[in-house]
Nanobody
Framework: VQLVESGGGLVQPGGSLKLSCAAS????????MTWYRQAPGKERELVAG????????TYAGSAKGRFTISRDNDKRTVYLQMNSLQPDDTAVYYC?????????????WGQGTQVTVSS
């Protein structure tokens, strides 16, 4: 199983970034996918999640109205479009996959991609 995030970088306040997470090694269309982030000195927190079929999406309060999560099951990729970025959005962003096999949960994490919002 592999989750590979990309798209992070340095952006000025008010700017945008689109993160991608490419998945392999499991049935992507059976997994709920979630973006988390962890800022220095802080706990990892949920940013946005999307159900296996894409019909249900969840956002943290800080992400609502600014971030959009989406997925392409054919490309086995989940995305996070981030607009109106602010310095508080600076963090390492992680992709998470959760699926069940015979009622047994399997959860995987990517290695993370750094997002830095600074002028």
């Amino acid at each position: 199983v592999q989750l590979v995030e990309s798209g992070g970088g340095l952006v000025q306040p008010g700017g945008s970034l689109k993160l991608s997470c490419a998945a392999s090694g499991f049935t992507f269309s059976s997994a709920d996918m979630t973006w988390y982030r962890q800022a220095p000195g802080k706990e990892r927190e949920l940013v946005a999640g999307i159900s296996r079929g894409g019909g249900s999406r969840t956002y943290a309060g800080s992400a609502k109205g600014r971030f959009t999560i989406s997925r392409d099951n054919d490309k086995r990729t989940v995305y996070l479009q981030m607009n109106s970025l602010q310095p508080d959005d600076t963090a390492v962003y992680y992709c998470n996959a959760l699926y069940f096999n015979n009622a047994v949960p399997f959860q995987y994490w990517g290695q993370g991609t750094q997002v830095t919002v600074s002028s």
